[in-house]
Protein backbone atom coordinates (compact mmCIF):
# COMPACT_ATOMS: atom_id res chain seq x y z
CA UNK A 1 0.00 0.00 0.00
CA UNK A 2 1.22 3.56 -0.86
CA UNK A 3 2.63 5.76 1.64
CA UNK A 4 -0.23 8.66 1.41
CA UNK A 5 -0.02 12.31 2.52
CA UNK A 6 -3.31 13.51 3.72
CA UNK A 7 -4.72 17.14 4.87
CA UNK A 8 -7.64 18.73 5.48
CA UNK A 9 -8.35 22.47 4.85
CA UNK A 10 -11.78 24.01 6.50
CA UNK A 11 -12.35 27.43 4.84
CA UNK A 12 -14.34 30.10 6.66
CA UNK A 13 -13.63 33.18 9.08
CA UNK A 14 -16.12 31.84 11.27
CA UNK A 15 -14.27 28.89 12.27
CA UNK A 16 -10.86 31.44 12.38
CA UNK A 17 -13.00 33.67 14.87
CA UNK A 18 -14.01 30.39 17.34
CA UNK A 19 -17.87 31.09 16.34
CA UNK A 20 -18.36 27.67 14.98
CA UNK A 21 -16.54 24.45 16.40
CA UNK A 22 -14.30 22.49 13.50
CA UNK A 23 -15.73 19.11 14.32
CA UNK A 24 -15.32 18.70 10.33
CA UNK A 25 -11.51 17.80 11.02
CA UNK A 26 -12.14 15.38 13.81
CA UNK A 27 -14.49 13.61 11.65
CA UNK A 28 -12.59 13.19 8.78
CA UNK A 29 -9.44 12.57 10.00
CA UNK A 30 -10.94 9.35 12.16
CA UNK A 31 -12.97 8.22 9.19
CA UNK A 32 -9.37 8.68 7.04
CA UNK A 33 -7.83 6.38 9.78
CA UNK A 34 -10.20 3.73 9.47
CA UNK A 35 -8.95 3.08 6.04
CA UNK A 36 -5.54 2.87 6.56
CA UNK A 37 -4.81 6.73 5.56
CA UNK A 38 -1.82 8.48 7.34
CA UNK A 39 -3.69 12.04 8.34
CA UNK A 40 -0.20 14.51 8.38
CA UNK A 41 -2.03 17.88 8.08
CA UNK A 42 -4.99 20.50 9.15
CA UNK A 43 -5.42 24.18 7.85
CA UNK A 44 -8.05 26.30 8.43
CA UNK A 45 -8.56 29.76 6.51
CA UNK A 46 -10.57 32.69 6.45
CA UNK A 47 -12.96 33.64 3.64
CA UNK A 48 -10.27 35.18 1.69
CA UNK A 49 -9.29 34.43 -2.46
CA UNK A 50 -5.24 34.96 -2.22
CA UNK A 51 -5.24 33.11 0.94
CA UNK A 52 -7.38 29.63 0.49
CA UNK A 53 -4.90 30.02 -3.08
CA UNK A 54 -2.33 29.47 -0.95
CA UNK A 55 -3.58 26.93 1.45
CA UNK A 56 -4.46 25.19 -1.87
CA UNK A 57 -0.67 25.53 -3.11
CA UNK A 58 1.15 24.81 0.21
CA UNK A 59 -1.10 21.42 0.38
CA UNK A 60 -0.32 20.84 -3.51
CA UNK A 61 3.47 20.54 -2.97
CA UNK A 62 3.33 18.10 0.24
CA UNK A 63 0.29 15.59 -0.21
CA UNK A 64 -1.73 13.14 -1.58
CA UNK A 65 -5.29 13.49 -0.64
CA UNK A 66 -6.67 17.06 0.04
CA UNK A 67 -10.09 17.22 1.85
CA UNK A 68 -11.90 20.67 1.30
CA UNK A 69 -14.54 21.65 3.38
CA UNK A 70 -16.87 24.85 3.36
CA UNK A 71 -17.05 27.70 1.02
CA UNK A 72 -19.17 26.24 -1.89
CA UNK A 73 -22.13 28.27 -0.97
CA UNK A 74 -24.16 30.68 -2.81
CA UNK A 75 -22.60 33.88 -1.13
CA UNK A 76 -19.75 36.14 -2.55
CA UNK A 77 -17.59 35.34 0.53
CA UNK A 78 -17.74 31.75 -0.80
CA UNK A 79 -14.76 31.38 -2.68
CA UNK A 80 -13.47 28.00 -2.81
CA UNK A 81 -14.25 26.84 -6.23
CA UNK A 82 -12.60 30.42 -7.58
CA UNK A 83 -9.35 29.91 -6.00
CA UNK A 84 -8.81 25.67 -6.89
CA UNK A 85 -9.72 27.21 -10.26
CA UNK A 86 -6.96 30.09 -10.24
CA UNK A 87 -4.77 27.59 -8.85
CA UNK A 88 -5.08 24.50 -11.35
CA UNK A 89 -6.13 26.78 -14.22
CA UNK A 90 -9.78 24.36 -14.37
CA UNK A 91 -12.30 26.12 -15.34
CA UNK A 92 -15.25 26.34 -13.69
CA UNK A 93 -18.89 25.03 -15.35
CA UNK A 94 -22.53 25.01 -14.49
CA UNK A 95 -23.45 21.04 -13.43
CA UNK A 96 -26.89 20.44 -15.28
CA UNK A 97 -28.08 17.85 -13.52
CA UNK A 98 -27.10 19.75 -9.96
CA UNK A 99 -29.22 23.30 -11.07
CA UNK A 100 -32.47 20.74 -11.81
CA UNK A 101 -32.11 18.91 -8.65
CA UNK A 102 -32.08 23.00 -7.29
CA UNK A 103 -34.65 23.90 -8.62
CA UNK A 104 -36.99 20.92 -7.83
CA UNK A 105 -35.26 21.20 -4.13
CA UNK A 106 -36.66 25.10 -3.88
CA UNK A 107 -40.07 24.20 -5.84
CA UNK A 108 -40.82 21.45 -3.56
CA UNK A 109 -40.37 23.36 -0.39
CA UNK A 110 -42.34 27.16 -2.39
CA UNK A 111 -39.44 28.73 -1.71
CA UNK A 112 -37.65 31.30 -4.59
CA UNK A 113 -34.43 30.37 -5.66
CA UNK A 114 -32.33 33.52 -5.90
CA UNK A 115 -30.03 33.82 -8.66
CA UNK A 116 -26.73 33.56 -6.65
CA UNK A 117 -27.97 30.14 -5.29
CA UNK A 118 -27.27 29.05 -9.20
CA UNK A 119 -23.13 29.13 -8.01
CA UNK A 120 -23.76 26.37 -5.99
CA UNK A 121 -24.42 23.96 -9.24
CA UNK A 122 -20.61 25.38 -10.50
CA UNK A 123 -18.43 22.59 -10.24
CA UNK A 124 -14.64 22.24 -12.13
CA UNK A 125 -14.76 21.12 -15.80
CA UNK A 126 -14.07 17.19 -16.49
CA UNK A 127 -14.36 16.74 -12.31
CA UNK A 128 -16.40 14.46 -10.79
CA UNK A 129 -19.83 15.27 -9.06
CA UNK A 130 -21.22 14.22 -5.78
CA UNK A 131 -24.60 14.36 -5.37
CA UNK A 132 -25.65 16.04 -1.81
CA UNK A 133 -28.31 13.96 -0.49
CA UNK A 134 -29.19 16.54 2.39
CA UNK A 135 -29.06 19.65 1.06
CA UNK A 136 -27.60 21.71 -2.51
CA UNK A 137 -23.75 21.89 -3.05
CA UNK A 138 -22.64 19.00 -4.61
CA UNK A 139 -19.30 17.24 -3.68
CA UNK A 140 -16.29 17.16 -6.11
CA UNK A 141 -13.65 15.23 -6.57
CA UNK A 142 -11.10 16.52 -9.02
CA UNK A 143 -7.91 14.83 -10.02
CA UNK A 144 -5.04 18.04 -10.17
CA UNK A 145 -0.92 17.54 -9.98
CA UNK A 146 -0.76 13.90 -8.76
CA UNK A 147 -3.40 14.65 -5.92
CA UNK A 148 -6.82 13.71 -5.43
CA UNK A 149 -9.19 16.74 -4.58
CA UNK A 150 -12.17 16.52 -2.59
CA UNK A 151 -14.60 19.47 -2.20
CA UNK A 152 -17.40 19.33 0.09
CA UNK A 153 -19.90 21.98 1.60
CA UNK A 154 -18.61 22.70 5.24
CA UNK A 155 -22.71 21.43 6.79
CA UNK A 156 -21.39 18.67 9.25
CA UNK A 157 -24.52 16.60 7.90
CA UNK A 158 -23.72 17.45 4.44
CA UNK A 159 -20.20 17.04 4.87
CA UNK A 160 -20.85 13.84 6.33
CA UNK A 161 -23.28 12.34 3.51
CA UNK A 162 -21.19 12.90 0.78
CA UNK A 163 -18.05 11.65 1.69
CA UNK A 164 -19.58 8.50 3.46
CA UNK A 165 -19.88 6.03 1.98
CA UNK A 166 -19.07 7.42 -1.52
CA UNK A 167 -15.76 9.44 -1.40
CA UNK A 168 -14.27 6.66 0.55
CA UNK A 169 -15.52 3.53 -1.50
CA UNK A 170 -13.80 5.88 -4.36
CA UNK A 171 -10.49 6.07 -1.97
CA UNK A 172 -10.30 2.73 -1.08
CA UNK A 173 -10.29 1.35 -4.59
CA UNK A 174 -8.40 4.26 -6.52
CA UNK A 175 -5.54 3.70 -4.16
CA UNK A 176 -5.99 -0.64 -3.42
CA UNK A 177 -6.44 0.56 0.04
CA UNK A 178 -5.57 -3.05 2.18
CA UNK A 179 -5.30 -1.81 5.56
CA UNK A 180 -6.58 0.38 8.95
CA UNK A 181 -5.39 2.39 11.41
CA UNK A 182 -6.73 2.01 14.56
CA UNK A 183 -6.36 4.20 18.19
CA UNK A 184 -6.99 3.70 22.21
CA UNK A 185 -6.39 5.82 24.61
CA UNK A 186 -5.64 4.97 28.03
CA UNK A 187 -6.51 7.67 30.37
CA UNK A 188 -4.49 8.07 33.80
CA UNK A 189 -5.03 10.44 36.79
CA UNK A 190 -2.58 10.67 40.04
CA UNK A 191 0.47 10.30 37.75
CA UNK A 192 2.30 13.34 35.89
CA UNK A 193 3.23 12.61 32.08
CA UNK A 194 7.18 13.19 32.60
CA UNK A 195 6.40 10.22 35.40
CA UNK A 196 4.59 7.80 32.80
CA UNK A 197 6.97 8.05 30.32
CA UNK A 198 9.66 7.59 32.62
CA UNK A 199 8.27 4.11 33.82
CA UNK A 200 7.16 3.27 30.16
CA UNK A 201 10.41 4.16 28.73
CA UNK A 202 11.58 0.77 27.39
CA UNK A 203 8.24 -0.18 25.80
CA UNK A 204 7.72 3.07 24.22
CA UNK A 205 11.52 3.16 22.80
CA UNK A 206 10.69 -0.91 21.76
CA UNK A 207 7.14 -0.14 19.52
CA UNK A 208 7.14 1.01 15.96
CA UNK A 209 3.64 -0.42 15.49
CA UNK A 210 1.68 0.30 17.70
CA UNK A 211 3.13 3.31 18.38
CA UNK A 212 2.64 5.16 22.13
CA UNK A 213 2.12 8.90 22.63
CA UNK A 214 2.03 10.37 26.02
CA UNK A 215 -1.35 13.53 25.81
CA UNK A 216 -1.27 16.02 29.09
CA UNK A 217 -4.26 17.93 29.54
CA UNK A 218 -5.89 19.26 33.20
CA UNK A 219 -4.76 17.33 35.80
CA UNK A 220 -3.99 14.18 34.31
CA UNK A 221 -2.40 12.72 31.08
CA UNK A 222 -3.41 9.93 28.52
CA UNK A 223 -1.36 7.04 26.39
CA UNK A 224 -2.21 7.09 22.86
CA UNK A 225 -1.64 3.97 21.38
CA UNK A 226 -2.14 3.20 17.96
CA UNK A 227 -1.80 0.46 15.51
CA UNK A 228 -1.92 0.12 11.35
CA UNK A 229 -2.91 -3.39 10.67
CA UNK A 230 -4.50 -5.33 7.34
CA UNK A 231 -8.08 -5.45 9.63
CA UNK A 232 -9.65 -3.74 12.53
CA UNK A 233 -9.50 -7.46 14.28
CA UNK A 234 -5.69 -7.05 13.58
CA UNK A 235 -4.90 -3.54 14.92
CA UNK A 236 -6.80 -3.87 18.02
CA UNK A 237 -5.32 -7.29 18.81
CA UNK A 238 -1.80 -5.24 18.42
CA UNK A 239 -2.64 -2.85 20.58
CA UNK A 240 -4.45 -5.08 23.06
CA UNK A 241 -0.77 -6.61 23.40
CA UNK A 242 1.14 -3.62 24.42
CA UNK A 243 -1.97 -2.65 26.70
CA UNK A 244 -0.99 -5.87 28.24
CA UNK A 245 2.95 -4.87 28.77
CA UNK A 246 1.30 -1.22 30.38
CA UNK A 247 -0.79 -2.50 32.62
CA UNK A 248 1.37 -4.45 35.12
CA UNK A 249 3.71 -1.02 35.47
CA UNK A 250 1.07 1.74 35.64
CA UNK A 251 -2.25 0.15 35.38
CA UNK A 252 -3.17 1.42 38.98
CA UNK A 253 -3.61 4.77 37.62
CA UNK A 254 -5.80 3.93 34.60
CA UNK A 255 -9.24 5.29 34.95
CA UNK A 256 -10.72 4.74 31.73
CA UNK A 257 -10.43 4.67 28.10
CA UNK A 258 -11.15 6.49 25.06
CA UNK A 259 -13.65 8.93 25.50
CA UNK A 260 -14.39 8.39 29.29
CA UNK A 261 -13.95 11.17 31.76
CA UNK A 262 -12.74 10.87 35.28
CA UNK A 263 -16.34 11.71 36.67
CA UNK A 264 -17.79 8.72 34.91
CA UNK A 265 -15.46 6.55 36.64
CA UNK A 266 -16.61 7.69 39.81
CA UNK A 267 -19.96 7.40 39.47
CA UNK A 268 -19.48 4.14 38.44
CA UNK A 269 -17.17 2.89 40.89
CA UNK A 270 -19.66 4.26 43.41
CA UNK A 271 -22.67 2.53 41.34
CA UNK A 272 -20.36 -0.72 41.83
CA UNK A 273 -19.50 -0.97 45.23
CA UNK A 274 -23.40 0.38 46.32
CA UNK A 275 -22.39 3.81 47.83
CA UNK A 276 -23.21 7.19 48.13
CA UNK A 277 -21.78 10.56 48.21
CA UNK A 278 -22.30 13.62 48.97
CA UNK A 279 -20.18 16.79 49.01
CA UNK A 280 -18.95 20.30 50.88
CA UNK A 281 -17.63 23.26 48.68
CA UNK A 282 -16.65 26.58 49.44
CA UNK A 283 -14.07 27.78 46.84
CA UNK A 284 -15.50 25.11 44.33
CA UNK A 285 -18.38 26.95 44.93
CA UNK A 286 -20.76 24.14 43.38
CA UNK A 287 -18.32 23.35 39.99
CA UNK A 288 -18.11 19.70 41.88
CA UNK A 289 -21.45 18.60 41.85
CA UNK A 290 -21.77 19.89 38.60
CA UNK A 291 -19.08 17.86 37.38
CA UNK A 292 -20.72 14.65 38.73
CA UNK A 293 -24.33 15.62 37.82
CA UNK A 294 -23.56 15.64 34.19
CA UNK A 295 -22.87 12.10 34.66
CA UNK A 296 -25.95 9.76 33.27
CA UNK A 297 -27.09 7.74 36.28
CA UNK A 298 -25.72 10.28 38.92
CA UNK A 299 -29.19 10.48 40.57
CA UNK A 300 -28.60 6.91 42.17
CA UNK A 301 -25.36 7.56 44.12
CA UNK A 302 -25.08 11.05 44.40
CA UNK A 303 -26.97 12.92 46.90
CA UNK A 304 -26.24 16.58 47.16
CA UNK A 305 -24.02 19.09 47.82
CA UNK A 306 -23.56 21.89 50.30
CA UNK A 307 -22.38 25.39 48.84
CA UNK A 308 -21.16 26.66 51.84
CA UNK A 309 -19.07 29.93 50.28
CA UNK A 310 -19.44 32.35 53.79
CA UNK A 311 -18.58 30.94 57.12
CA UNK A 312 -22.37 31.76 58.13
CA UNK A 313 -23.22 29.30 55.73
CA UNK A 314 -21.04 26.86 56.84
CA UNK A 315 -22.23 27.65 60.35
CA UNK A 316 -25.76 27.43 59.42
CA UNK A 317 -25.79 24.78 57.00
CA UNK A 318 -23.15 22.20 58.17
CA UNK A 319 -22.69 23.45 61.80
CA UNK A 320 -19.31 24.35 61.71
CA UNK A 321 -18.79 25.95 64.99
CA UNK A 322 -17.68 29.74 64.92
CA UNK A 323 -15.41 28.74 67.98
CA UNK A 324 -13.48 26.02 65.29
CA UNK A 325 -13.63 29.08 62.93
CA UNK A 326 -11.96 31.76 65.34
CA UNK A 327 -9.72 29.11 65.98
CA UNK A 328 -8.59 27.66 63.13
CA UNK A 329 -10.09 29.38 60.08
CA UNK A 330 -11.95 28.20 57.43
CA UNK A 331 -9.10 27.40 55.10
CA UNK A 332 -7.63 24.86 57.44
CA UNK A 333 -7.47 21.21 57.81
CA UNK A 334 -10.05 21.06 61.00
CA UNK A 335 -12.84 22.81 58.71
CA UNK A 336 -12.56 20.94 55.86
CA UNK A 337 -12.80 17.65 58.23
CA UNK A 338 -15.93 18.63 59.61
CA UNK A 339 -17.46 19.91 56.59
CA UNK A 340 -16.81 16.67 54.53
CA UNK A 341 -18.10 14.42 58.11
CA UNK A 342 -21.29 17.13 58.37
CA UNK A 343 -22.20 16.81 54.88
CA UNK A 344 -21.87 12.93 55.18
CA UNK A 345 -24.40 13.30 58.21
CA UNK A 346 -26.73 15.71 56.19
CA UNK A 347 -27.56 14.26 53.32
CA UNK A 348 -27.26 10.64 54.91
CA UNK A 349 -24.77 9.79 52.11
CA UNK A 350 -21.50 7.00 52.84
CA UNK A 351 -19.07 9.05 52.07
CA UNK A 352 -18.67 13.18 52.33
CA UNK A 353 -15.89 15.18 50.60
CA UNK A 354 -15.11 18.84 50.84
CA UNK A 355 -13.45 21.47 49.42
CA UNK A 356 -12.11 25.00 50.95
CA UNK A 357 -9.00 26.95 50.03
CA UNK A 358 -8.01 30.16 48.49
CA UNK A 359 -9.27 31.11 44.54
CA UNK A 360 -7.72 34.17 44.82
CA UNK A 361 -7.28 36.98 43.83
CA UNK A 362 -5.73 38.17 47.20
CA UNK A 363 -4.29 36.14 49.59
CA UNK A 364 -7.30 34.96 52.24
CA UNK A 365 -6.61 34.17 56.91
CA UNK A 366 -3.28 34.45 55.64
CA UNK A 367 -2.58 31.77 53.07
CA UNK A 368 -1.26 31.76 49.90
CA UNK A 369 -3.30 32.05 46.88
CA UNK A 370 -4.28 28.18 45.43
CA UNK A 371 -3.94 27.13 48.88
CA UNK A 372 -6.31 24.29 48.83
CA UNK A 373 -7.86 21.82 51.66
CA UNK A 374 -9.73 18.77 50.34
CA UNK A 375 -10.95 16.13 53.14
CA UNK A 376 -12.92 12.55 52.09
CA UNK A 377 -14.77 11.43 55.21
CA UNK A 378 -16.33 8.01 55.27
CA UNK A 379 -19.19 6.70 57.88
CA UNK A 380 -17.30 6.02 61.28
CA UNK A 381 -13.65 6.68 59.97
CA UNK A 382 -11.52 9.34 60.66
CA UNK A 383 -11.46 11.82 57.35
CA UNK A 384 -8.38 11.68 55.22
CA UNK A 385 -7.59 15.45 54.56
CA UNK A 386 -4.58 16.79 51.97
CA UNK A 387 -3.54 19.90 51.60
CA UNK A 388 -2.85 21.22 48.25
CA UNK A 389 -0.83 24.18 46.41
CA UNK A 390 -1.89 24.99 43.03
CA UNK A 391 -1.13 27.13 40.02
CA UNK A 392 -3.16 29.60 38.00
CA UNK A 393 -5.94 31.98 37.84
CA UNK A 394 -8.95 32.11 39.69
CA UNK A 395 -10.75 30.14 37.57
CA UNK A 396 -7.65 27.51 37.07
CA UNK A 397 -7.36 27.09 40.76
CA UNK A 398 -11.00 25.46 41.07
CA UNK A 399 -11.19 23.55 38.25
CA UNK A 400 -7.61 22.02 39.40
CA UNK A 401 -9.15 21.52 43.02
CA UNK A 402 -12.78 19.41 41.62
CA UNK A 403 -10.01 17.26 39.20
CA UNK A 404 -8.06 16.54 42.53
CA UNK A 405 -10.72 15.81 44.53
CA UNK A 406 -12.07 13.36 41.64
CA UNK A 407 -8.87 11.93 41.58
CA UNK A 408 -9.06 11.32 45.22
CA UNK A 409 -12.27 9.58 45.01
CA UNK A 410 -10.86 7.27 42.17
CA UNK A 411 -8.15 5.79 44.12
CA UNK A 412 -10.36 5.57 47.52
CA UNK A 413 -13.30 3.45 45.74
CA UNK A 414 -10.29 1.48 43.83
CA UNK A 415 -8.83 0.09 46.94
CA UNK A 416 -12.22 -0.30 48.75
Known amino acids: MPD????????????????????????????????????????????????????FKTASLRSDIVFITGGLGPTEDDLTREAFSTLSGI??????????????????????????NRKQAHVFKDSMVIENPVGIAPGIIVEYANVTWIFTPGVPKEMEAILDPFVFTYLRKKYKLDSVIRSKMLR?????????????????????????????????????????????????????????????????????ENNRNIEETVIHLLAEKQLSLSSAESLTGGLFSDKLVSVSGASQVFQGSAVVYSSKAKNSVLEVP????????????????????????????????????????????????????????????????????????RSSIRTRAVKKGLEILFHHLKNL
Open 322 to 393: FELIEKYGTISEECAELLAKNATEKFNSDIGISFTGVAGPNKSEGKDIGTVYISLYTNGKKAQTTKHHFHGD
Open 91 to 116: PIEEDEKTFASMETFFKNRNKGMTPN
Open 188 to 256: FIGIGESQLEHDLLDIIKSQSNPTIAPLASEGEVALRLTAKASDINKADQMIEEVEQKIKPIVGQFIYG
Open 4 to 55: LKTEVISVGTELLLGQIVNSNTAWISDRVANLGISMYYHQTVGDNLQRVEQA
